[in-house]
């Protein structure tokens, strides 16, 4: 079975490792990006314990892994799409836009989120959220942080769509 997160890579070999050890942090999601698509995958098997695992204990304020788990089970979850990742370079905050699309009592809705992770203690945890981030123009620069490596333009920031908005 391929994994629920689209990553085209078998389910067992991508965010199952993840989800099945979180407890005993046997292994843990080495970047915001692989955080990111184990977290949907818990939404989508109804893994309420590793989503609140993997929430910053500063901002998931009262919720519980009951409830984490009843809205990931109430869903049909029906895709993810990534839009950019990026590290920043103190290499302990990522952020990671996404774009999900789940089914809720019969309507279709479309998630769009920046997401803010922090690592603490050696792990990323999900820290919070802006949706319906602003558009990313198609001249602006990209905002993984892409730079270009030829000898005309080394250094300067490639444009988003010569580089994310391409996937």
Known sequence: MLCHCQSLQPFEDCCAPY??????????????????????????TG??????????????????????TEHGLNCQWLGLTIIFTRIEADGLQ?????????REQGRVVLLHEQSYFEQVAGRWLYRDGLINPPKIGANQPC?????????????????????????
């Open 94 to 102: 990522g952020v990671v836009e996404f774009k999900v699309r789940y």
């Open 47 to 68: 893994n309420g314990d590793y989503l609140l695992a993997s929430w910053h204990p500063d901002t998931r304020g009262s919720l519980t892994a009951e409830e984490l």
């Open 143 to 167: 905002p993984c942080g892409a730079v270009h490596n030829s000898a005309v333009q080394n250094g300067t920031a490639k444009k988003y769509k010569q580089c994310c908005a391409k996937r």
């Open 19 to 44: 989800l099945n050890s979180e407890l005993s942090g046997q292994v843990i999601p080495a970047t915001p990006l692989a955080l990111m698509r184990s977290r949907y995958s818990a939404f989508v």
